[in-house]
């Protein structure tokens, strides 16, 4: 009997964990949470303290979760003693409290400890196997009063939204609040008056070279302004507003003697960055590596969970990679510190640590994402990494090791021209000692003055000096609008506003681009009608609830509640009073605003007139707004830029919607143009002939749509049209060019006749509705002839019966007898690639006869 069980969340950690353990411990994953609120109904009763009720999760295609619950209490009896040993965070702690509940025998009693661990390394799991804890219920409460919040709000507002707009939609507690964002600031670029000003630049030559630019700063005791106009000019401003303006300057000071007023030179330190916390690593990961952040924290979960690094098996590569604190153990600080002053020498090494601060409300339980052990380059590595994890792993390796660095010291010069009344102003700096930039620089959302610097080399001048006007010349600017949100800066500003938690911004990116309330073009979120109108429904419903602020104080209730300062119910009672009362005038209120359709500046091709935005099961399209006379519908285009499946799919779809140098699509059957439509299954070019003409072609995954039929030489036996070869949904198929109107299809022919009594049909290739091919004969339904294995013109050398059946597997091909009572049986041939049957690959069983 195993003497101890130890419970994880997935088999990748169990993996890792099992090899430190030894054979006392037997270690079996979960697959994450077992048990959840039910998926029909409310699941909490709010008139009893919000009592809850959790059910084992049920079985779905993807999992089998009451035979992982079955598994886990079998062991669990067959064990001493238990170790729940799940993430550790909220989500870990409610694991671990579920698995408590369900796994744990009652009967006899077996104990059951609470283990932790911020890495998967041999040190850190025996110790924490050293030193088990018990559940904590502070953190247990705070994952529960989060789930409830988010299901009360869920089931609340959604049905509202759906009864109001139409199709399936989702209100979240938090998802709201980041599309809010996304629209306002949609509105805001929508409502910016673009300022026009202009610059002034001098280009100067001194006695040594080069020669530098200078721009133009004051004009007598007035500074020039540029760049953002949030606010009036002031008295002390001046405004080059025109381009007669920046003219008369230009012709001014062009005729001017030019001298340097004055040249300062400082040094500058620029100091390291601390490690990654979970939201610097997904908006770094975002700028730098074009990551989502669903796809940075999937990377960055195997990583932690463990990676197979030859003989030493499986290793977990960096630490836990849900945190908000920026400690790093002191063992950890020891081995960076020996290998920075190693590997790149004393003078890059700090007199002592560098200790860096956490936000007020961190967790300092947890560390810093980091390398597990830093000794670990990525290059060394590099052979046992995916591409995206390696990119990945030397993130997090340069940002950690640069984080134990010298600051980097630039040498910064600025120098001031005088020009009679016209002041101009050159800066540039030098890198003196490249310090932890040697190894990691932090990326950049814009371009700053920076980074304008580093790049421009000034010659050595001396105050006095007379310089030469080669050029001076005025530049036309515009203000500009702030910028959409990418996922980084969206990620960003949801941490600078206290907005969900950085665990939960993937989960918020998918939602909001799964339900199109958002789109992404070139890297940045676009709301749609749909998202602007669901937006604006909410905001007028629930405008207190799905409001940054008030968000935001949440999230502090449930980190409060995590540090048992406040109860978790009173948090909810709190909540729901007010919330409860919004709900029901949020009922009467959407009844007067229920939403038909959103206008467009599309036009109907049939009719010339209108298309609006209409919601389905489906999703939103487009439909003609001279439904029911015009029934006219069209899929909305998805941009292009960021690499939508149906891209080009839409841009053939219609005249107005193709590419610059593309031809619209159009129907082989009626010559009119074909439109991007939606149906069950998905995305499909139809007709806009429709119903006169019902025509479609299916477009896969990857947006290609499926070629136009080709005709072939021969005639439809029942109409004599052309036939045509077609692709189906099972593949290539040859049917009437009249299809539907005229059904034909010609069947794959074996050669082979039906060997039925008194039945004149022969043996055909047919697909069943799964895709898998058979054979049967073509008088079906008259005849019901039908064989799993390929049929093959060769007699039975035993009963002389026509045909043989021929199947090929692994272990090589062998052919039997079709009659089940002759018992034939060929020796395996060994198995040579399919170069016979198209349909099959040369592949088959003889399933049923």
């Known amino acids: 009997m195993t003497k101890n069980l130890v419970i994880v969340e997935s088999p990748a950690k169990a993996k890792t964990i099992g090899k430190y353990l030894g054979a006392d411990y037997r270690v079996m994953a979960s697959l994450g949470h077992i048990k959840d609120l039910p998926s029909k109904g409310l699941g909490v009763d709010v008139e009893n303290n919000f009592a809850t009720s959790y059910e084992v999760i049920p079985d779905t295609k993807k999992r089998n979760n009451k035979k992982t619950v079955s598994e886990l209490k079998k062991a669990a009896k067959e ?51 050293k030193d088990p804890k018990q559940i904590d219920e502070n953190l247990v409460d705070a994952q529960q009063a989060r789930r409830v919040l988010d299901r009360l709000v869920g089931y609340k507002v959604s049905p509202l939204l759906c009864r109001t707009v139409g199709g399936r939609l989702s209100a979240g507690r938090v998802q709201s609040v980041a599309l809010r964002m996304v629209v306002e600031r949609e509105r805001e670029i929508e409502k910016f008056i673009k300022t026009e000003y202009w610059t002034v630049t001098a280009n100067l030559a001194a006695n040594l070279p080069p020669a530098f630019d200078a721009r133009l700063i004051r004009v007598g005791d007035l500074t020039v302004k540029t760049g953002a106009f949030d606010q009036d000019v002031k008295k002390t401003e001046i405004l080059i507003g025109t381009e007669a303006q920046a003219a008369e300057i230009v012709t001014e000071a062009g005729g001017e003697n030019y001298r340097v007023a004055d040249v300062t030179t400082k040094e500058r330190k620029r100091n390291p960055v601390p490690p990654f916390i979970t939201s610097k690593l997904q908006q770094e990961s975002a700028r730098k590596l074009g990551f989502a952040v669903k796809k940075t924290m999937m990377v960055a979960q195997k990583l932690y969970e463990g990676v197979e690094i030859g003989a030493e098996g499986a290793v977990g590569l960096i630490t836990y990679m849900r945190t908000d604190s920026t400690r790093v153990s002191e063992t950890a600080l020891g ?135 080669n050029t001076i010349l005025p530049e036309q600017h515009f203000t500009e609008p702030p910028p959409r949100y990418s996922e980084a800066t969206l990620v960003k500003a949801l941490e600078e506003k206290g907005i969900g938690r950085p665990s939960t911004y993937a989960a918020i990116m998918t939602t909001i681009l799964d339900r199109e309330y958002v789109e992404k073009h070139e890297g940045r979120f676009h709301p749609t009608g749909l998202g602007t109108t669901v937006n604006d429904l909410l905001v007028k419903g629930f405008g207190d609830l ?213 039945c004149k049909g022969e043996i055909v290739v047919k697909k069943s509705k799964r895709g898998k091919v058979f054979y049967g004969c073509s008088e079906y339904p008259k005849c019901d002839a039908v064989y799993w294995d390929k049929p093959v013109s060769e007699p039975c050398p035993e009963c002389r019966a026509p045909f043989l059946l021929e199947k090929t597997t692994k272990k090589g091909t062998t052919r039997s007898c079709a009659n089940e009572d002759c018992g034939y049986k060929s020796e395996a041939l060994p198995a040579v690639p399919p170069t016979t049957d198209p349909a099959t690959g040369g592949r088959g069983s003889r399933l049923a006869r």
């Open 335 to 469: 081995e960076v510190r020996d290998f920075v002053g190693t590997q790149y020498g004393e003078q890059y090494l700090p007199e002592k640590a560098i200790h860096y601060r956490s936000k007020k409300d961190a967790q300092d339980a947890h560390e810093a994402i980091r390398p597990s052990d830093v000794s670990r380059t990525p290059d060394s590595m590099a052979k046992y990494l995916s591409s995206e994890e390696l990119k990945l792993y030397r993130l997090i390796w340069q940002r950690f090791v640069a984080s134990q660095m010298m600051p980097a010291v630039f040498d910064q010069t600025t120098i001031d021209i005088e020009a009679g009344r016209f002041m101009f102003r050159a800066s540039g700096s030098v890198l003196k000692f490249d310090g932890f930039l040697r190894v990691y620089e932090e990326g950049r959302d814009e371009k700053s003055e920076e980074d304008e610097e580093a790049t421009r080399k000034l010659p050595r001048v001396e105050q006095g000096e007379a310089l030469t006007l």
């Open 79 to 129: 064990a001493d003693a238990i170790y729940l040993a799940a993430d550790p965070d909220r989500e870990g702690e409610a694991i671990c409290q579920h698995l408590a509940e369900e796994i744990v025998p009652k009967r006899p009693k077996k104990p059951s400890y609470r283990v932790m661990f911020n890495e998967i390394t041999k040190r850190a799991v025996q110790e924490a196997f």
């Open 546 to 758: 799905f409001n940054e602020s008030y968000t935001a104080r949440m999230e502090e209730e449930l980190d409060e509640i995590e540090e048992g300062k406040m109860k978790w119910t009173d948090a909810l009672h709190e909540f729901y009073g007010k919330f409860a009362r919004d709900v029901e005038s949020a009922k009467i209120m959407f009844k007067e605003e229920k939403v038909k359709a959103i206008p467009t500046d599309e036009i109907c091709e049939n009719c010339g007139a209108g298309m609006v935005i209409k919601f389905g099961r489906f999703g939103q399209f487009l439909a003609c707004s001279n439904y029911p006379e015009c029934r006219t519908t069209r899929e909305i285009a998805k941009p292009s830029s960021d690499g939508d499946a149906a891209t080009g799919a839409t841009a053939k779809a219609s005249g107005d919607g193709a590419a610059e140098g593309e031809e619209a699509e159009v129907c082989e059957l009626c010559g009119k143009p074909m439109a991007l439509k939606r149906g069950r299954f998905g995305q499909f070019l139809g007709c806009t002939g429709y119903p006169d003409c019902r025509n479609i072609r299916k477009i896969d995954r990857k947006g290609v749509v499926a070629a136009a039929p080709v005709p072939l030489d021969e005639t439809c036996p029942v109409d004599g049209a052309h036939l045509v070869r077609r692709q189906g949904r099972f593949g290539e198929f040859v049917s009437c060019s009249n299809y539907p109107t005229c059904k034909f299809i010609k069947r794959e022919t074996t050669g082979i006749a039906c060997p039925r009594a008194g």
